[in-house]
T-cell receptor, first 113, second 112 residues
Framework: EAGVAQSPRYKIIEKRQSVAFWCNPI?????LYWYQQILGQGPKLLIQ????????DSQLPKDRFSAERLKGVDSTLKIQPAKLEDSAVYLC???????????FGQGTRLTVV | GQSLEQPSEVTAVEGAIVQINCTYQ??????LSWYQQHDGGAPTFLSY????GLEETGRFSSFLSRSDSYGYLLLQELQMKDSASYFC?????????????FGAGTRLFVKA
C-alpha cells in the first residue's frame, strides 16, 4: 500500500514570496490533515478535511494560509506571503473512515529567509 | 481548547524500562494516541487507547485513565533505536467531527 506522498521535500524562499505544498493521501482515506511542526515542537494542526469539506481550520492563519482539497483526494496548502516564522516542516496525514491511526507523509521542510 | 503536558526529555539506559507520562485537558475527549518520530522523519503511530486500561504491543504498552485525564507510554527492553521523540495526541470530538491534537513531545535518549 502506497503511503502519503508530499512534495516538494524541501523549499527555500524569501520572505513575502508565495509557496505551495502538495499532498496525495492514502487511497480511500476520507480524512486529511495539514500540520505545521516547528523544530523541537509537536505538530500543530492547521486544517482538517473530511472528504472535500473542512472540519477544523481554527488554527490556520487565514490572512496568509489557504488550503483546498478538490474532489476529496489531493490537497494543496499555500502560504502567501511567507514570513520568517513560517519556517517549519509541513506534514500531511490521512486517516481512513473510523480508523484510529493517522499516516503521515515525510513532510516538506520550508525555510523562509 | 485543548492542552497536553508531557516531559520534555527522558534519558534511560539500554535494556531498561521507561515510562513517558501525558496529562491532558479537553472538552470532547475521545481517545489518546502515541506517536514516535525520529529526527528528520515522519511521526509513526504506536498505540491508541479509548478505554481505561493497558494496551500492549510488543515492547510498547500504553495506559489510559479517563477519570484522571492521564496516560502513559511504557517502553521495555530499551534499544538504541528507541532514541526518538514521543508524542501523545488527544483525539477530540467537536461539533464538526474529530480532530487530533499533539503534545509538545518527549525526547528520549537511550544510552549504552
Amino acid at each position: 500500500e502506497a503511503g502519503v506522498a508530499q512534495s516538494p521535500r524541501y523549499k527555500i524562499i524569501e520572505k513575502r514570496q508565495s509557496v505551495a505544498f502538495w499532498c496525495n493521501p492514502i487511497s480511500g482515506h476520507a480524512t486529511l490533515y495539514w500540520y505545521q511542526q516547528i523544530l523541537g515542537q509537536g505538530p500543530k494542526l492547521l486544517i482538517q478535511f473530511q472528504n472535500n469539506g473542512v472540519v477544523d481550520d481554527s488554527q490556520l492563519p487565514k490572512d496568509r494560509f489557504s488550503a483546498e482539497r478538490l474532489k476529496g483526494v489531493d490537497s494543496t496548502l499555500k502560504i502567501q506571503p511567507a514570513k520568517l516564522e513560517d519556517s517549519a516542516v509541513y506534514l500531511c496525514a490521512s486517516r481512513e473512515q473510523g480508523g484510529t491511526e493517522a499516516f503521515f507523509g515525510q513532510g516538506t521542510r520550508l525555510t523562509v529567509v | 481548547g485543548q492542552s497536553l503536558e508531557q516531559p520534555s526529555e527522558v534519558t534511560a539506559v539500554e535494556g531498561a524500562i521507561v515510562q513517558i507520562n501525558c496529562t491532558y485537558q479537553t472538552s470532547g475527549f475521545y481517545g489518546l494516541s502515541w506517536y514516535q518520530q525520529h529526527d528528520g522523519g515522519a511521526p509513526t503511530f504506536l498505540s491508541y487507547n479509548a478505554l481505561d486500561g493497558l494496551e500492549e504491543t510488543g515492547r510498547f504498552s500504553s495506559f489510559l485513565s479517563r477519570s484522571d485525564s492521564y496516560g502513559y507510554l511504557l517502553l521495555q527492553e530499551l534499544q538504541m533505536k528507541d532514541s526518538a521523540s514521543y508524542f501523545c495526541a488527544v483525539r477530540d470530538r467537536n461539533t464538526g467531527g474529530f480532530k487530533t491534537i499533539f503534545g509538545a513531545g518527549t525526547r528520549l535518549f537511550v544510552k549504552a
